[in-house]
């Protein structure tokens, strides 16, 4: 029970929608003890011939005057109660989506998605669930259950109560242990089901792979077992759900005939009138929800708790990169100055870069060479400030990065990662993503820039074509150039260019190129690559291995001397020559 103290804090803020939900649904109870009374007299004036006309429409009114009364009065604590765990829902959905785009990519990197999606739903269902029908069954279990015995008890007849609710804590508890093993088994069911939706999504994902390798059978023998497992676990759940109402009718059925038996023989005593029984009888029935609802609640309570747990534990977490208050807010220049001395990875503690030392002038370029692993994106990522670095190791226009707040430093980067991601929108939103008010003439401009314009005008839709997740298929070149000219209009004061031309061809590259030097003459730009032809240009290369600078030059110094960057220009020289049939 003690998720309500948690929630406390959500009650107290929204203390008069549950204040009033809470009079309203007791007054409900209330209601709903005067028709059996009002029965029971008619039964006993019938009994007794002294049902007057007028009586018998004073009784009805009174019936119809409840009715009214509990239909509005149950519309109103409806609204208040469940619109208030509504927005409970949506004031932790929005908290966790803010806390999700406040964290580090290292968060993401530690979590898998699917999970993440898991709490923004199922999660703040239950606890939607917790601080509405979690209420409702503890309100109603206690009030109306607690009003009505007290109705039976003091009105009627305190030994007919006790022995008619002898089978009605058997109810509590079975609802109670069904609904522990229900959402037991409903839980495996649902890992199941999932299970299978991964595997469907992977193997149409990597359909092409899979009959590649010719393993369509094993697929398919994959599926099947899997498919079966989500039955047996949704049969073992149906088992349990079928067990609920034959066990309510029983208790019910064994409360009744309690209460009637003992009944009888106090009205053949003469203790108890015939419409006292017929009352007596109508309570007993009022009594069957407050014990359903009594079993209900431990398990919205249980569900409430492990799922509040897991969503405080995940608000809790302060995966940030942090920033001073009082830092820079003005977007830097783009002046480079690197003199890194080392740096890991918190999760492997092994050295990923070490002593880098650079510098770059504002409006010139630099190439960043070498094996792949060897750090190029991670010296990227730093830049950006991705990850934490320790002060007076990298300088952007003349200041530490730790100085400036995290918005100035994004502001002045164009980033294009290696794995570029493009959004379930049009290709002009897509390039539009930075710079939301940007002109139709300059994303085409942009387009034309990063040598993706021909490719979109020949989409039926042009720039209105969807691409993303669920739209048209693009080649690996046009979303790679696609990102390049979203980075593009944004006119950064320094774009990086994260191994962002491997999937174009040589003349598309030479075409970018050459646009960057004439777009981007008085701006930075660094260039991360394998082929060593998109990097030829810059003022400064350097050449990693194993996170170490090996080499720094220009192009000419770093061809006159012998190592990786000689070497593997002339191999990359004499493929070249041979793919163009030399
Ligand atoms: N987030 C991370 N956590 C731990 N290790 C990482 C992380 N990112 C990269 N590494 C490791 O750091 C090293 C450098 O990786 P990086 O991606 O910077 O290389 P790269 O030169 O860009 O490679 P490629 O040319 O293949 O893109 C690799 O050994 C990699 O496994």
């Known amino acids: ?14 203390k008069r929608r549950y204040l009033t939900g809470i009079a309203l649904l007791s007054l409900v109870s209330l209601c709903l003890l005067v028709p059996p009374k009002i029965i029971g ?116 007849s305190w030994k007919l109560t006790l022995i008619s609710l002898l089978p009605l804590p058997f109810m509590a508890w079975s609802t109670s242990r069904y609904g522990t093993m229900l959402h037991e088994r409903f839980h495996k069911a649902q890992e199941a089901f999932s299970e299978m939706n991964d595997k469907v999504q992977e193997s149409i994902s990597g359909a092409r792979v899979i009959k590649a390798f010719g393993q369509e059978e094993e697929d398919v023998d994959a599926f099947k ?14 088992k349990v759900d079928a067990l609920f109402d034959p066990t309510i009718s029983l208790v019910v059925g064994a409360s009744f005939f309690l209460a009637v038996s003992y009944g009888s023989f106090l009205v053949l005593n003469g203790e108890l009138t015939i419409g006292q029984l017929v009352s007596f009888t109508s309570y007993l029935g009022l009594l069957i929800w407050p014990m359903l609802a009594f079993g209900w609640l431990f398990n919205i309570v249980e569900r409430g708790r492990a799922s509040y747990d897991r969503v405080t534990a995940l608000l809790k977490v302060n995966d940030v990169i942090s920033e001073k208050e009082d830092g820079i807010q003005k977007t830097p220049a783009g002046s480079v100055v690197v003199n890194l001395t080392s740096f890991s990875f918190e999760e492997n503690g092994q050295k990923a870069l070490q002593d880098i030392h650079f510098e770059l002038n504002e409006g010139k370029t630099m ?67 930075g710079k939301y008010r940007a002109s139709f003439q300059d994303i085409k401009q942009a387009a034309k820039d990063a040598a993706v314009y021909e490719d979109i005008v020949q989409f039926k839709n042009g720039f209105e074509t969807v691409v993303g997740e669920r739209g048209v298929t693009l080649s690996g070149g046009q979303k790679q150039r ?24 040589a003349r598309t590259e030479e075409d970018i190129l050459k646009n960057l030097k004439r777009k981007r003459k008085d701006k930075t730009t660094i260039i991360t690559a394998h082929r060593l032809s998109s990097v030829g240009h810059a003022d400064l290369i350097l050449v990693l291995d194993e996170g170490r600078m090996v080499q720094k030059g220009t192009h000419e110094e770093l061809i006159a001397v012998p190592g990786w960057y000689r070497d593997t220009y002339e191999r990359q020289a004499l493929e070249s020559l041979i793919a163009k049939g030399g």
């Open 367 to 433: 190439g960043i060479v070498g094996k792949t692993g060897s750090g190029k994106t991670t010296l990227c990522r730093l830049l950006l400030r991705e990850f934490e670095v320790e002060d007076n190791q990298i300088f952007l226009a003349g200041h530490d990065i730790n100085d400036y707040r995290l918005h100035a430093v994004r502001e002045a980067i164009g980033y294009v990662p290696q794995d570029h991601f493009l959004f379930s929108a049009t290709v002009a939103e897509n390039i539009a993503f």
């Open 41 to 156: 007299y008619t039964v006993d004036h019938i009994k007794n011939n002294s049902l007057t006309e007028r009586q018998l429409g004073s009784y009805m009114l009174i019936l119809a005057a409840v009715a009214v009364t509990v239909y509005i009065l149950r519309f109103f604590w409806r609204v208040l109660i469940y619109g208030a765990s509504i927005q409970l829902a949506l004031l932790l959905r929005n908290r966790l989506y803010t806390h999700f785009t406040n964290m580090s990519p290292r968060f993401y990197q530690k979590r898998r998605v699917g999970d993440l999606m898991a709490h923004s739903t199922n999660d703040l269902q239950a606890i939607q669930q917790t601080a509405g029908d979690g209420v409702l069954t503890l309100v109603d279990s206690s009030m109306m259950g607690g009003f009505t015995l007290i109705t039976m008890a003091s009105t009627i």
């Open 1 to 14: 029970m003690n998720v309500f103290w948690d929630l406390m804090w959500y009650f107290k803020q929204e």
């Open 225 to 238: 077992a899997l498919s079966k497992d989500v039955v047996q676990k949704n049969i073992a759940v149906a």
């Open 482 to 505: 696609i990102s390049i000219a979203r980075a593009l209009l944004t006119e950064p004061e320094l774009l990086i260019l994260d191994d962002s031309l491997s999937a174009v061809d």
